[in-house]
């Protein structure tokens, strides 16, 4: 395996990562701005009102991302073991 492959695999290791994790984190992000614009409009400072929603909702996409969260780790997986047997 040479420094170009590990460079390679490297980087398609860290997409995976930004492709799996991004999802989960933009729908936080999108329910914390809404939890905080409620919060400024209404002018309640509950505390827990900003992490209870943000918790449930991530729940909420982690089970409805989680078939495709898997296909790509399984595809990503496929594919070391294919370069693995290769190299053997």
């Known amino acids: 395996m040479t420094e170009a492959d590990l ?5 398609e290791s860290i997409f995976l990562l930004l492709e799996i994790s991004l999802p989960i984190l933009l729908v936080s992000l999108v329910v914390g701005l809404l939890v905080a614009l409620f919060q400024a409009l209404t002018q309640i400072q509950e505390v827990t009102l900003t992490f209870v929603p943000k918790i449930i909702a991530v729940f909420l996409s982690l089970l ?3 078939p495709f969260m ?12 294919d370069r693995i047997i290769a190299i053997g």
């Open 7 to 11: 460079l390679l695999f490297a980087r």
């Open 70 to 81: 898997i296909r790509r780790i399984f595809d990503f997986m496929q594919t070391i073991a």
């Open 64 to 66: 409805v991302l989680m």
